[in-house]
T-cell receptor, first 112, second 111 residues
Framework: GAGVSQSPRYKVAKRGQDVALRCDPI?????LFWYQQALGQGPEFLTY????????KSGLPSDRFFAERPEGSVSTLKIQRTQQEDSAVYLC??????????FGPGTRLLVL | EDKVVQSPLSLVVHEGDTVTLNCSYE??????LLWYKQEKKAPTFLFML????IEKKSGRLSSILDKKELFSILNITATQTGDSAVYLC???????????FGQGTRLTINP
């Protein structure tokens, strides 16, 4: 596709539910990133893949957060047992490595 | 700890004015400074600055990096209502590839 796509665009979950957020990067981009953006704040790094390898997961806030990119293209961010503090916009970005990161529209997650 | 600070946090001007947005950074293993425009959801890429003192321009927007003083500015001339957005700057960390973002400057252009 022409840009990074993410789905769903909006997700409402009850506290304790598991959610899965999907990211389709720009075709050919080897690097993929997940960021979390709280209201009124800049995005904060969560994790980074180069192809299928997860090279940095230092930003994942707890072991309830898990990301994968099994075939080096599409990535899924999974949040288990969601909590209210997980409510945020989750942004995915991709790049050719060293080039600018291009962002998707994000998934707005609301945990009730 | 890596840190990026933007100022002002909020700015309201009239259409046609010129604005300067500021970004200072303390980033270990710094590689580049990036500017993004965020209107609804997706931050849209504006500039990537790696070398000091070289101005990058795109239409009415321009930006420059000072690696000695650790800051960057984004200038917008002859502002239009469509320039209203949050402007984010971010430091790119060498090797780790991750971006460290500032809080953003919310720019409002009134007609």
């Amino acid at each position: 596709g022409a840009g990074v796509s993410q789905s769903p665009r909006y997700k409402v979950a009850k506290r304790g539910q598991d959610v899965a957020l999907r990211c389709d990067p720009i075709s050919g981009h080897v690097s993929l990133f997940w960021y979390q953006q709280a209201l009124g704040q800049g995005p904060e790094f969560l994790t980074y893949f180069q192809n299928e390898a997860q090279l940095d997961k230092s930003g994942l806030p707890s072991d309830r957060f898990f990301a994968e990119r099994p075939e080096g293209s599409v990535s899924t961010l999974k949040i288990q047992r969601t909590q209210q503090e997980d409510s945020a916009v989750y942004l995915c970005a991709s790049s050719l490595g060293g080039s600018p990161q291009y962002f998707g529209p994000g998934t707005r997650l609301l945990v009730l | 700890e890596d840190k990026v600070v933007q100022s002002p946090l909020s700015l309201v001007v009239h259409e046609g004015d010129t604005v300067t947005l500021n970004c200072s950074y303390e980033v270990t293993n710094f590689r580049s400074l990036l500017w993004y425009k965020q209107e609804k959801k997706a931050p849209t890429f504006l500039f990537m600055l790696t070398s000091s003192g070289i101005e990058k321009k795109s239409g009415r927007l321009s930006s420059i990096l000072d690696k000695k003083e650790l800051f960057s500015i984004l200038n917008i001339t002859a502002t239009q209502t469509g320039d209203s957005a949050v402007y984010l700057c971010a430091g790119l960390i060498q090797g780790a590839q991750k971006l460290v973002f500032g809080q953003g400057t919310r720019l409002t252009i009134n007609p």
